[in-house]
Structures are given as C-alpha cells and as structure tokens.
C-alpha cells in the first residue's frame, strides 16, 4: 500500500506541480449502435461500435515492478518535454495511449514500445487495468479515465478484430467507426465531455490521410483537505529566473506537514479530500536553475526525495493559476527510443491491420489545462494517436534504351491534342 500511495503521488507531480509543469466507462468493437441511444450523448454520425471479447481480462495490482517501470516513463517524458515556459505534460494519459497502441504493433515496433513502457505487452495491460480501477474507485476526488478509437469508415474492414477486443477488454475504449470528413464535431464532443469540458477542441483538423485516432482523456478535480481561506490570498511579488518580477495573487496557508529536501530542491506536500492524492510542490535551491532540477528528476530522484520528509509544520504560498498546453511528442518519443511506429511504410502494426505494414503513426499529440485555486485543483488532460495509410509505394520504372545513334525521325507536337505541328527527319 505504500508503495501504491507513493506512486500516486509521483503520478500527480507530473500533472500537478506548482509552476513547473503547467477509460473508465467505455465499451469495445462487435455490434453496432448510434450514439443516439439513452446511454450517452450523440455523437452525430458516427457509429458505435459494441462487444468485448466477453471474457474478464485479468487484472495486476500496482507493485514496485510497475512503479518503477511508470516513474521511469514519466519522468523522462516529463524531462523531454520541459521547455522555457510554464508546461504541463501528462505521462499518465500518453502512458495509456501507448499502451493501447502497443496491442497493435509487432516486432521492431512492439519492442521498442515495451523499452520505452518499461513492460512487457501482455504484462502491461493487465497492469494497467488493475491500476486504472484503483484510480477511478478512489472517492472524494473525481478521477476519469476514458479511452476511444476512431477508425474511418473504408478502413474499418481492414482493422483486426483481437486488437479492438483488447482495448474493449483491458481499456474499456468506445469504437466508433465514421467519415473523417465528418468527424471533427463528434470527435471533440466525445473529448470534452470525458473532461468536464476543459478541453472542448482537441483536435482542429484531421489528415485525408489518417485513418485511426486512439485517445485518451483523463479528468482528475479534488478538492484540498484543508482549502486556504480566501481571506489570506493576496497580490505578493513573484520573481522569475531573470531577476523580473510581477505580481500574483498568492494563497496563503498550510502544507500537510510534510517537509522534503534534496540537493536540488525543498518541497511540500498538500493532500486533497479523499487523502488518495496530493499535491506535490519542488522549489529548487538557491543557486539551482530550474532547469538543472528538472534535468535531476528521474525515479531514483523521487525514492530520494520522498524518503527526506520530515515532519512539522509547513507554511505554504500557492499562486492561483489557470493553464492550457499543448505539446507534440513525436520527436520526444523518437528520443525514447520509440522509432518504428513513424516509419512511413516500415513501421510494423502486424497486430493491427490484415497487411500489417500500411499504416504507420503520424503524430502523437497532447493538449493539457490546469486550475489551481483556494477550493482545490482540477487538471485535465487529452492524448491523441493518429495513424495513417502509408505514402504510396511507387513501383521502380523499367528501364529503356533509345539511342539516336542512327538516322531518325522527329515531331513537334501540340500536348493537348498530339498533333504534329513540324516533322522530319535526320540522316
């Protein structure tokens, strides 16, 4: 259990911290329905597809193999994607995403997606549907997690049945099987709803050449244990790395009690309503960059800086603060190690399609908001998988010889019509 509530909470530093960064209701492919229907809200034309394999998929409770394997991800992802401005980055909704993919992969393209998960595939799933139902079971914080896969209508007879049963089974994901020409609406419709509307656009076009769209939205909105009164937040002076400064509204208050240190940083621990997920905040030092702290931040950071608290009493400053982001990881995953799944032509997605090497990834893309104030933190979170059809093989041109190395002959013609305008001949 301890383990558990530990990577709870690196779950939420890469989600929640301050200033620094920025599946659960789903059915899979078989029959047919609408989304017209009393169970949800419309999703225009599109088709909902219905039907697991039937079978309970077996379901592994977050150990130390599976922290480990998670933190390493995060982190990096977390790493990677860190920039000169504010940012929020979810490893968790990516982490999903990828998981769902890797069902669909063989080969070069399997393996490296397990390196970079740090998991083998079937091991994996079973992890993450276990540790999926512990986060939406929790209570006194909202947590969702949804997944769906878009497949365009002319593509859908070339998908493979076990691969849609799989993300039915162990991810819950809706199919919906639509016109892509079509499907922007219903496809934002979809991502809004699983997040409160926090993300309302997700996407803003849709490739003629994509045929399938996996994706996850995650909601995560907790109320803290003890809010800050409203009465202490005030305009205070914030200071950037520059020497500039501005001034924030600054909540005023109490951490948990919990105190940490590292060379790099101090920080403090906040718990929201349910007592399952906190806040965790990271000051670097005096002297340390922020750069330099989120370039220290690996697992073997986090076993080091929570095994430092220390207990007392903590006085916090919290800005209040709203955030939307929006990040590309295709090249942070190719940085990973991920590379296969973006080979136009050689990617292989054997466990996907009939043909297996037709399709590769696009893109990997994710947008992100965070709202921080007295009452507590609501966070959201969208991943989106496109894949599309590969470019078209262009068959190599045989090969002619004409030389004019003998008398010959010789037009001059109108393209439109081939009508000569001059002939003759050389001899």
Sequence with gaps: MKQVKRLVAIVLIAVCVAGTVGCANEEAAGSRRTGKDDKGPSYGASVELTGTSGQTPEEKAADEQFARAYREFAYRVFRECATDETMMVSPYSLYIALSMLINGTGGKARAELEQALGLETGLLNSYNAGFVRKLTADRGVKFKSANSIWIRDDFAKEVREEFLKTCGDYYRASVFR???????????????????????????????????????????????????????????????????????????????????ETDYCTGFRKSYADENYSYIALLPKEGVTLDRLVASMDASFADRFFESAEYGIVNVKIPVYKEDYSVRLDSILQRMGVRNIFEDGGADFSGLTQKGNDVYVSQVFQKTRIEVTEEGVKAAAATVISVDKCSAVIDEPRIYDVYLDRPFAYMIVDNSTFAPIFIGTVR
Excluded: C
Excluded at 187 to 213: C, F, G, H, R, Y
Excluded at 217 to 238: H, M, S, Y
């Design 178 to 260: 639509t016109d892509f020409s079509k499907a922007l609406p219903d496809i934002n419709a979809w991502t809004a709803e699983k997040t409160d509307n926090m993300i309302p656009n997700l996407l803003q076009t849709i490739s003629p050449d994509t045929v399938m769209l996996l994706i996850n939205a995650i909601l995560f909105d907790g109320g803290w244990q003890t809010p800050f009164d409203k009465n202490r937040t005030k305009e205070e002076v914030f200071t950037h790395e520059d020497g500039t400064s501005e001034l924030r509204s600054m909540m005023n208050g109490m951490g948990d009690g919990v105190f940490y």
